[in-house]
Nanobody, 125 residues
């Protein structure tokens, strides 16, 4: 099992930047592919970005491509989401998630077995 804790959310003006972190404890962090998802009030939980176990492969939702960057440091048991050029529509609770299925970086929230508690990101216009 792995436990996940997100941090780094907050209030930022449109055009600004934030970096989210997700720290993992428990089972070997490099055994998991990792994802970031977000959920706005009244909406579905949407895929934002995913990264493979080694960090060599990354995937993004079209809405964030070119603005967000996912990365991981397996020595620090941490995955990051660097968010630049933020827009009001990026406002949501952001969650990190872990998937222990090999050879997969999923875009589907139901394929992730482990979740953090979420961190609020609010972008003002």
């Amino acid at each position: 099992q792995v436990q996940l804790v997100e941090s780094g959310g907050g209030l930022v003006q449109a055009g600004g930047s934030l970096r989210l972190s997700c720290s993992a404890s428990g089972r070997t962090f490099s055994s998991y592919s990792m994802g970031w998802f977000r959920q706005a009030p009244g909406k579905e939980r949407d895929f934002v970005a995913g990264i493979s176990r080694s960090g060599s492969n990354t995937y993004y939702a079209d809405s964030v491509k070119g603005r967000f960057t996912i990365s991981r440091d397996n020595a620090k048991n941490t995955v990051y989401l660097q968010m630049n050029s933020l827009k009001p529509e990026d406002t949501a609770v952001y969650y990190c998630a872990a998937d222990d299925t090999p050879f997969r970086v999923s875009r589907f929230h139901y394929e992730y077995g482990y979740w953090g508690q979420g961190t609020q990101v609010t972008v003002s216009s």
